[in-house]
């Protein structure tokens, strides 16, 4: 099934802030949650869908990844969609006080690995064979060089939450029940920042350019994938950032045709060398190689050039290139060949 755009979804612009986001989720929220709507799939499917969309969007590493490589990216990454009804309240507590006057505490957030990246890099098929150090550039979030990754704007500080009072939670009591949720205000950090900083606009992270340098290991082959460990998304709360995924795409080659380590290559030779034998050069990815065309070769027949394929990515060795003749008949001839071949036919005992 094709998943429709998140920003359409929630009815909002690209350029939309958290505000916007957090505004359009509740009134989708609040339409189409299942307490209100009993019985009704079609609701509970919107209500799933529009919290998809919140998850991701919500998220400025998420909305990042998705707003360069679609549903796609954030596919690579891990990310199934919809999280459940529980991860859902336990994750949205402050949109579900909406619905019932309070929201549910959120579990206890220790260090958290940051998000995987995938990029996806184009090399050529000698390169593929051969190996190489190639270098390439990506966005990424990284701590605003302003607000060294407060989100604060320089000379100003952050202020005391006065809901909760500096804790990050606020106290409910209903009925014999007290429940301690996370504090919608503040999201549980127990302050606010009154005057965010310019460059970041509070995030206390900006896009910017990273050169990535990777080392392509001999025998890789399209869909190959080499990891670079720490050079995804940030880690919050102390964890540690995630690792960038660079998938490889192998251009075709105009001669040779792969097929695992070995690789094929057509050569024609004229009907005469077929007939006599020859010795011919032919190339091959390490430079011309000599090979020997015995009398009475076949069009088509396969001769192989030991270990001249493409190496082997978990052992020693190579593969090996396999050389198809094809042979050529000529198409105009001279009175003379002619001639050379109507007598030659008539040893045959085959007249043309």
Known sequence: MIKRDY???????????EAEIKKAYRLLA??????????????????????????????????DLYDHYGHEGLRRTGFSGFAGFEDIFSSFSDIFEDFFGFGTSRRASGPRKGADFRYDLTISFQDAAEGKETEFEIERLEPCGTCKGLGIKPGTKKETCSPCRGSGQVTHSQGFFT?????????????????????????????????????????????SRLKISGEGGEGERGGRP???????????HPFFERHGNDILCQIPISFTQAALGAEIEVPSLNG????????????????????????HLDRFGK???????????????SKRQKEILQEFASLEGKEP
């Open 242 to 252: 995630g690792d960038l995924y660079v998938v490889l795409h192998v251009e075709p």
């Open 30 to 63: 609040l339409q189409f949650h299942p307490d209100r709507n009993p019985g009704n799939k079609d609701a509970e499917e919107k209500f799933k869908e529009a919290s998809e969309a919140y998850e991701v969007l919500r998220d400025p590493e998420k909305r």
């Open 7 to 17: 920003y359409e979804i929630l009815g909002i612009s690209q350029n939309a802030n």
């Open 288 to 311: 011309s190689k000599k090979l020997v065309i015995p009398p009475g070769s076949q069009s088509g027949q396969v001769f192989t050039l030991r270990g001249q394929g493409i190496p």
């Open 319 to 333: 593969g090996d290139q396999h050389i198809q003749i094809l042979v050529k008949v000529p198409t105009k001839l």
């Open 179 to 223: 429940l301690r949720t996370t504090c919608s205000k503040c999201r549980g950090q127990g302050f606010f920042i009154p005057h965010p900083c310019p460059e970041c606009r509070g995030a206390g992270k900006v896009k910017r350019p990273k050169k990535i340098s990777v080392k392509i290991p001999a025998g890789v082959d399209s869909g």
